[in-house]
């Protein structure tokens, strides 16, 4: 989930719709470093290659039993919702066309 939806979605804000222009450069460092931080969480790794990254560890590491029970609550539908239509996501933004054969998944929505 964290992989293929959400980080990119932080990593990309412009690119994904979420704002109207690209964010700055320093703001976009952040963003990936942000983005790396979750993915380890999600993961359950530490960083061991990055040396930079290594400060982090012990907040990433504080943070794998809040992530495992958290996580499959993501994936569940809300028993309280109204049914749902379900759309294909592109692979790559652009292509909406429905006969495209790669999709990144589906999502439901209201």
Known sequence: MFLRFINPA????????????K??????RGLKL???ILQSI????????EEHMRPFNDFVKSNFDSARSGLPHLCLPDQD?????????????GQENPGQPYTAGRVSYK
């Not at 964010?23 to 976009?28: A, C, S, T």
């Not at 999600?42 to 290659?49: E, Q, R, Y």
């Not at 919702?81 to 933004?93: C, G, N, S, T």
């Open 42 to 49: 999600a993961n359950h790794v530490l960083f061991t290659k």
């Open 10 to 21: 932080i990593v990309s804000p412009y690119e994904a719709g979420i704002l109207d222009k």
């Open 81 to 93: 919702a109204e049914p749902q239509q379900e759309v294909d996501i592109p692979l790559h933004p």
């Open 34 to 36: 942000m983005s790396k």
């Open 23 to 28: 964010p700055l450069p320093r703001v976009e």
